[in-house]
Nanobody
């Protein structure tokens, strides 16, 4: 079994920053892509960012257009941890943020490419 636990959520002001962490435990493997999704009240869960697995320091990353240039996804395989650095935050970034592990080694955008999910962490951005 695989468990994902997010942390780092909270309250931020518009223009501020937060850093989310996701620790993967259980039957872990670094040979999986990882992703972040978010879900705002009354909306569908949407893709935020994804990062591939790599045996080197070069990773493939993808971002939703709404966060490109503001958010950065990274990973530390030695710690089984993936991060989401969120800068220049906006009120529309308010949502529950979920970490997920992909079925593949790639940086996946589609939700159905992920088979393990965390419980989520609340992020609220005030104007």
């Amino acid at each position: 079994q695989v468990q994902l636990v997010e942390s780092g959520g909270g309250l931020a002001q518009a223009g501020g920053s937060l850093r989310l962490s996701c620790v993967v435990s259980g039957r872990t493997s670094s040979i999986n892509g990882m992703g972040w999704f978010r879900q705002a009240p009354g909306k569908e869960r949407e893709f935020v960012a994804a990062i591939s697995w790599s045996g080197t320091t070069t990773y493939t990353t993808y971002y939703a257009d709404s966060v490109k240039g503001r958010f950065t996804i990274s990973r530390d395989n030695s710690k089984n941890t993936v991060y989401l650095q969120m800068n220049s935050m906006k009120p529309e970034d308010t949502a529950i943020y979920y970490c997920a592990r992909s079925r593949t080694a790639g940086a996946e955008i589609a939700r159905n490419r992920y088979n393990y999910w965390g419980q989520g962490t609340q992020v609220t951005v005030s104007s």
